[in-house]
């Protein structure tokens, strides 16, 4: 039987009763370490029930972000609110609806997994010990360590580990996870049953997951949601399709395979559509077989929509034989923003 956070009364537990449109929300949140920025002004909103990917390189200001909201750090100015509680006089009420799982997480080597969950759970229930054990074994069933439950934590292996401190995380089942590099260490096979849980809470509990990483495989797999920082500073948000298929840089790009008669037909239609106000660039390579391939970038998508074709096909000689959104890998999305970021262009 699953614990819900309606039965939190009873085990002592007030689940709060509020709701808010995103879970978190910054604005211009800044933190400094003397003269180093280590976060600049950022604007964050996280919505409900999403897996939200916070992407960057290492010392982007990622962990730095992480602690600003758990209150573990002070914001130099701006702000930051979690379920509408402000992260600086509210961060304790907030703690208690948040589950944490830190990067490096340590443990008590001589303790099971059971012993250390149930440890953990009294912190936050004070109901029957049989309520405390149920949701115990709800955790341990959760992450897949029920059959490794009553072994010493000393002996665990890292993908072990990992999963513990997940159940660890969640077993005040909080309405926010928020994860600080929950697949940084691991092996690819670690790394796809972390992602698995991290599913599973969100469709299963309903629990939002704010989680950080640089590891852009995993965003792409399981995020709705992402967010590129880099120095500090936010350079894209966005849903994760439309972030593959707007580079997260204002635009929109279309790719179109098309064959022509001649040079000069191909020319002519190049032409054409370059003057319309609506493209910001076109970039033309050579295919096998003597077909071409265009990547046009635009402002307007439904002037696109409407007019790309049209104008493409009304030069006699010229034949398209595809047409579509090109949508970029997360590595291609990423690379480009940082890329404009070096450049001064975003």
Avoid at 40 to 54: E, H, P, Q, T, Y
Avoid at 239 to 268: F, H, M, N, R
Wanted: charge should be negative; charged fraction near 30%.
């Amino acid at each position: 039987m699953t614990t819900s956070r309606d039965d939190r009364s009873a085990l002592g537990e007030d689940s709060g009763g509020e709701s808010t449109p995103a879970v978190i929300e910054t604005r211009g949140l800044t933190k400094t370490y003397g003269h180093v920025a280590a976060l600049k002004a950022l604007d964050l909103s996280v919505r409900k029930n999403s897996i939200f990917g916070f992407l960057g390189p290492n010392g982007a200001g990622k962990s730095t972000t992480m602690k600003l909201l758990l209150g573990l750090a002070r914001p130099t100015s701006g702000s930051g609110s979690i379920f509408g509680k402000d992260i600086v006089s509210e961060d304790f009420q907030i703690r208690r609806r948040v589950g944490y799982l830190a990067q490096d997480p340590r443990y008590y080597g001589h303790m099971t997994a059971r012993e250390t969950l149930r440890f953990v759970a009294r912190f936050f229930y004070s109901g029957p010990e049989s309520a405390i054990e149920r949701r115990v074994d709800e955790s341990l069933s959760l992450v897949g360590l029920s059959d490794r439950a009553d072994r010493r934590i000393r002996g665990f292996s890292g993908g072990e580990l990992q999963r513990l401190g997940l159940a660890q995380a969640q077993i005040n089942d909080p309405e926010l996870l928020i994860l600080d590099e929950p697949a940084a260490s691991l092996d690819p096979m670690g790394r796809r049953d972390v992602l698995e849980i991290m599913a599973r809470l969100r469709d299963e509990q309903n629990t939002t997951i704010f989680y950080s990483t640089h590891i852009l495989d995993d965003v792409q797999r399981v995020s709705d949601s992402v967010a590129i920082l880099e120095r500090g500073r936010l350079l894209a948000q966005a849903p994760i399709d439309e972030l593959l298929t707007t580079g997260g840089a204002g635009g929109t790009v279309y790719e179109l395979a098309l064959k022509g008669e001649s040079g000069a037909a191909l020319e002519q239609a190049r032409t054409c559509v370059r003057s319309q106000s609506w493209i910001s660039s076109l970039e033309e390579s050579s295919e096998p077989g003597g077909e071409r391939r265009w990547i046009v970038k635009v402002t307007d998508e439904s002037a696109t929509e409407e007019n790309l074709l049209r104008l493409v096909l009304q030069t006699r000689g010229v034949r398209v034989t595809g047409f579509g959104r090109k949508r970029q890998s997360l590595e291609e999305a990423f690379f480009d923003l940082i890329e404009k970021d070096s450049n001064g262009e975003v």
